[in-house]
């Protein structure tokens, strides 16, 4: 977590990983071309580190060697505070 200072405000910004693929299995791809893995909430899955994702797939009787089509990517948020 990166923390900055600036006339009294507060940005901090937090690094978290998703999984996302380019395609769909039906062959019809989304608006942005990305299909985001999502928890059961409906929120995007999101992991502390790129090896806490690999290992969620893994577990999960993913190849990620087979499927070229899943990526793993940084996500950065900030927040605004006092």
């Keep these: 977590m990166t923390t900055y ?3 009294q ?3 901090i910004t937090m690094k978290t ?3 996302k693929r ?6 019809v791809v989304g608006l942005n ?3 985001y893995l999502l928890d059961n909430e409906g929120e995007v899955m999101k992991f502390q580190d ?3 994702a690999v290992s969620f797939l893994t577990d999960n009787g ?3 060697t087979a499927d070229e089509g899943i990526s793993i990517c940084q996500q950065f948020s ?3 505070g006092e």
């Design 5 to 7: 200072n600036h006339k």
């Design 9 to 11: 405000k507060i940005r």
């Design 17 to 19: 990983w998703i999984i």
């Design 22 to 27: 380019d395609y769909t299995d039906d062959g």
């Design 33 to 35: 071309g990305d299909q």
């Design 50 to 52: 790129k090896q806490e």
């Design 62 to 64: 993913i190849d990620l």
């Design 78 to 80: 900030s927040k605004l």
